[in-house]
Every structure is written in structure tokens, then in C-alpha cells.
């Protein structure tokens, strides 16, 4: 029987990887902030009036695609394999905004597409963001 191999043991740099630039980071922040603001005026819209809630579409989808340019010109540098997986989930939730900006304007007759995939991205999102740091806690907890 093979002894176990010993694990890897990662430095703070190999876990993190390089930073992201500031520019992708700050156009990620409002890309984020334009999907809130997007989802929002058509559940407020009643006191904004009709002319709000025809070009909120607009909105909506000008921060998926913010946030969707600025997860893919940032990628994970690190060489730890979960956490970059962990990285890939969190730009596939900028997919998934994409995606219910598509059905924004493909399908007229009903919101709930738009809502599952805003949702989806939006579970997916949050996940990652308290999955990574956690991984990077528990690996450097393991390095003696």
C-alpha cells in the first residue's frame, strides 16, 4: 500500500493570486450596482411611472455586461485548483445576469426567466464570495 503523499502546502501569494486590476474591480462594483438598480425600478416602477419601466431593459442589461467584462478580463492567477474553481463559479454568476438580460428582451410575455437566472447568478455570486475567502482560511490553517 502507497503512503499518502504529502500535501502542498501554498503560500498567501499562490492562494490569491496576483490582485485584479483596479479598473476591472471598480467596473465590476457598478456593473453589480447598475443590476440592483435595474431589478429594482421595475418593482418600484409604479411610483416612477410607465416611462420608467419601458427602459429599464436598458439598464439591466448594460450592468450584466459591465460585470460580465470585468470577470473576464480579471482571472484567478493563483495555482490552488478549489479556489480556482471557486473563481469559475463566481464568473459564471456574470453568465447568468447575461443570460436573464437576454431574456429581457427575447421573451415579452413574462418576467420569470429573467427572475430565475437573475437569482441563479445572484445565489452563485454570494456563494463564492464567502467560499473563497473560507478555503483560503482553511489552507493556510493547514500550513503549519
Known amino acids: 500500500m502507497k503512503p499518502n ?5 501554498y503560500t498567501i501569494e499562490q492562494l490569491q493570486g ?5 479598473g476591472l474591480v471598480i467596473l465590476g462594483l457598478i456593473g453589480l450596482i447598475i443590476i440592483a438598480v435595474g431589478t429594482l425600478i421595475p418593482i418600484f416602477g409604479v411610483n416612477l411611472g410607465p416611462q420608467a419601466v419601458s427602459w429599464w431593459k ?3 442589461a448594460a450592468g450584466a455586461l459591465c460585470f460580465l467584462v470585468a470577470k473576464l478580463f480579471s482571472p484567478y492567477t493563483g495555482t490552488h485548483p478549489r479556489i480556482k ?6 464568473s459564471w454568476s456574470a453568465v447568468f ?4 438580460a437576454f431574456f429581457l428582451f427575447w421573451g415579452h410575455d413574462t ?7 437573475t ?12 467560499a473563497i475567502p ?8 493547514n500550513n503549519p
Open 134 to 141: 473560507r478555503a483560503i482560511r482553511k489552507e493556510l490553517k
Open 97 to 100: 445576469f447575461c443570460v436573464a
Open 18 to 22: 496576483q490582485p485584479p486590476r483596479t
Open 85 to 90: 474553481r471557486l473563481y469559475r463559479i463566481e
Open 58 to 60: 436598458y439598464v439591466y
Open 111 to 117: 418576467l420569470r426567466d429573467v427572475w430565475a437566472f
Open 119 to 130: 437569482l441563479a447568478g445572484g445565489v452563485l455570486l454570494v456563494f463564492a464570495n464567502f
Open 5 to 9: 503523499p504529502t500535501p502542498k502546502k
